[in-house]
C-alpha cells in the first residue's frame, strides 16, 4: 500500500511541474523616459510577452512626462529580447500606434 502511495505522489509531482511548466509565460516589462521620436519627446512603456506557443508586445506611449496618453501599438510577435530592440521596434512603429 505505501508503495502505491509513493508513486501516485510522484506522478502528482511531476504532473504540477509540467502544468507549471506549460502555463507560465516570459513577460518583460520596459520604461523608456525622455524619448526624442522626430522631435517629439515621449515616454514609453513596453512589455514583451512570450510563451512556448504565442508571443505578444505592447508600446504605450505618452507625452512628455506623462502629460497625455498618445496611444498604444500592439504586435502578436517578440518586440525584441533586449532594450535596445524593444526601444526600436517602439519607436519604428509610433506611427502606427492606436490613438483611439
Known amino acids: 500500500m505505501r508503495k502505491e502511495w509513493i508513486v501516485v505522489a510522484a506522478i502528482l509531482t511531476i504532473a504540477l511541474f509540467v502544468v507549471t511548466g ?3 509565460a516570459a ?3 520596459y520604461t523608456f523616459n525622455d524619448v526624442d521620436i522626430d522631435g517629439t519627446i515621449v ?12 508571443a505578444f508586445s505592447t508600446c504605450s ?9 498618445l ?3 500592439e504586435d502578436a510577435v517578440v518586440g525584441g ?3 535596445d530592440e524593444v526601444l526600436a521596434f517602439c519607436i519604428g ?8
Open 61 to 69: 506611449y505618452f507625452a512628455d512626462d506623462y502629460r497625455e496618453f
Open 93 to 100: 512603429n509610433f506611427t502606427n500606434r492606436d490613438t483611439g
Open 27 to 29: 513577460v518583460t516589462k
Open 43 to 54: 515616454e514609453i512603456e513596453a512589455s514583451v510577452k512570450e510563451t512556448n506557443k504565442a
Open 22 to 24: 506549460t502555463a507560465q
Open 71 to 73: 496611444g498604444t501599438y
Open 81 to 83: 529580447t533586449t532594450a
